[in-house]
């Protein structure tokens, strides 16, 4: 059965305190994952998408990384205004698009 | 400016009532998503439209109904036969393999 299981299920940084999400993966052939940013009562925000092992992408304070059963989400000096619970989801081969699996969730906690 | 616009954001529930929560996109994507988001749980796939007057089931369509005649409208029903319906209803859609998100609709029962 395909599954994605994301760890820790909460993080509470300091200001500054890098660290990183994990978002581990079980699927029948891999076609994409995906990494979201979701604020309370909103919809998920598009972060990345990676395809194959060894692939990395960069966005101001996030890094995202893939291996062959994993995906980190690496939060160097992060800001207040990272806070908000991160979502890992995986495409597998033989689905349509849009039709993803998705982990629980971190919820990651920046205090100043 | 293009997105998705999902309305009401908060909606309520009377015992068997039949109740629908909109969606449109101004994106001119062809695929449509209903996803259902319960506290502590992952994203669930309720129903999908890829083109036009067709849609298929996702992992729990049960209890709920669709109909796609407009590119871009993608309401969902949550009909009397759903007896656990509180949740965060998101619509979304895509674009190589993107999905974009709508801001959602709080559901709960009265």
């Known amino acids: 059965e395909d599954q994605v299981t994301q760890s820790p299920e909460a993080l509470r940084l300091q200001e500054g305190e890098s660290s990183s999400l994990n978002c581990s993966y079980t699927?029948?052939?891999?076609?994409?994952l995906f990494w979201y940013r979701q604020d309370p009562g909103k919809g998920p925000e598009f972060l990345f998408t990676?395809?194959?092992a060894g692939e990395e992408k960069e966005k101001e304070r996030l890094k995202a990384t893939l291996t062959k059963k994993e995906s980190f989400l690496h939060i160097t000096a992060p800001k207040p205004e990272d806070s908000a619970t991160y979502l890992c989801?995986?495409?597998?081969?033989?689905?349509?698009?849009?039709?993803?699996?998705f982990g629980k969730g971190t919820k990651l906690s920046v205090k100043p | 400016d293009g997105g998705i616009t999902q309305s009401p954001k908060y909606l309520f529930r009377k015992e068997g009532q039949n109740v629908t929560l909109s969606c449109e996109q101004n994106?001119?994507?062809?695929?449509m998503y209903w996803y259902r988001q319960d506290p502590g749980q992952g994203l669930r796939l309720i129903y999908y439209s890829q083109i036009v007057n067709d849609f298929q089931k996702g992992d729990i369509a049960e209890g709920y109904s669709v109909s796609r005649e407009k590119k871009e409208s993608f309401p969902l029903t949550v009909t009397s036969a759903q007896k656990n319906p509180t949740a965060f209803y998101l619509c979304?859609?895509?674009?190589?393999?993107?999905?974009?998100f709508g801001s959602g609709t709080q559901l709960s029962v009265l």
């Open positions: 699927v029948s052939g891999l076609r994409g």
């Open positions: 979304a859609s895509t674009d190589r393999g993107k999905l974009f």
């Open positions: 989801a995986v495409q597998a081969r033989g689905g349509s698009q849009g039709n993803l699996i």
């Open positions: 994106l001119n994507h062809d695929a």
């Open positions: 990676l395809y194959s």
